[in-house]
T-cell receptor, first 114, second 118 residues
Framework: TQLLEQSPQFLSIQEGENLTVYCNSS?????LQWYRQEPGEGPVLLVT?????EVKKLKRLTFQFGDARKDSSLHITAAQPGDTGLYLC??????????????FGKGTKLTVNP | GAVVSQHPSRVICKSGTSVKIECRSL??????MFWYRQFPKQSLMLMAT?????????EQGVEKDKFLINHASLTLSTLTVTSAHPEDSSFYIC??????????????FGAGSRLTVL
């Protein structure tokens, strides 16, 4: 069972269009992060959201954390070909041993066509 | 910012051999590092948590004798895939938590190591 469900899995749009990627779970997370991964490289952190209802903006990217801290969304305005990549959400959970670990969604493969 | 380096970036080996992958935190000390595995078009699956000076904590279903993890210093963790087989071919990624960043669990990831077992 996937703890974090991302949708859509694949998205192909034209340059200039807007898009939203969703990350949903039945679990509550202490924080949620969004990463972007290029082929053959490790994920790069885009943002961390901690507070329920929090909204963060990073240029044309807007991230929102759900009020119940179970879901999040990533909205991109006026997408550009440089936005192409795999977008991963990751939720932080406390393990039984008391440590914290990240659980990743399957990712959304975004292609922005010029 | 925090930098994590992985080596090698790509390795091809014969079935039955062992392969070691290194993960280094270049500008900070990491008491905890994490090893992930990523199959094509799949997400990152946590394999184990590497703790400096103590045994690694493995996730359910990950064979500790197959994937040996050593975290001998505050800047280096190694993952050794023993007696590798073609099904072990994957993209292995390490990450480390920079203690200079308090609060939320912020990880810095290495660039990954692509293992191909023939």
């Amino acid at each position: 069972t996937q703890l974090l469900e991302q949708s859509p899995q694949f998205l192909s749009i034209q340059e200039g269009e807007n898009l939203t990627v969703y990350c949903n779970s039945s679990s509550v997370f202490s924080s949620l992060q969004w990463y972007r991964q290029e082929p053959g490289e490790g994920p790069v952190l885009l943002v961390t959201v901690v507070t329920g209802g929090e909204v963060k903006k990073l240029k044309r990217l807007t991230f929102q954390f759900g009020d119940a801290r179970k879901d999040s969304s990533l909205h991109i305005t006026a997408a550009q070909p440089g936005d192409t990549g795999l977008y991963l959400c990751a939720g932080a959970k406390i393990t039984q041993g008391g440590s914290e670990k990240l659980v990743f969604g399957k990712g959304t493969k975004l292609t922005v066509n010029p | 910012g925090a930098v994590v380096s992985q080596h090698p970036s790509r390795v091809i080996c014969k079935s039955g051999t062992s392969v070691k992958i290194e993960c280094r935190s270049l500008d900070f000390q990491a008491t905890t590092m994490f090893w992930y595995r990523q199959f094509p078009k799949q997400s990152l699956m946590l394999m184990a948590t590497s703790n400096e000076g103590s045994k690694a904590t493995y996730e359910q279903g990950v064979e500790k004798d197959k994937f040996l993890i050593n975290h001998a210093s505050l800047t280096l963790s190694t993952l050794t895939v023993t007696s590798a087989h073609p099904e072990d071919s994957s993209f292995y990624i390490c990450s480390a938590r920079d203690p200079r960043y308090s609060g939320a669990n912020v990880l810095t990831f290495g660039a990954g190591s692509r293992l191909t077992v023939l």
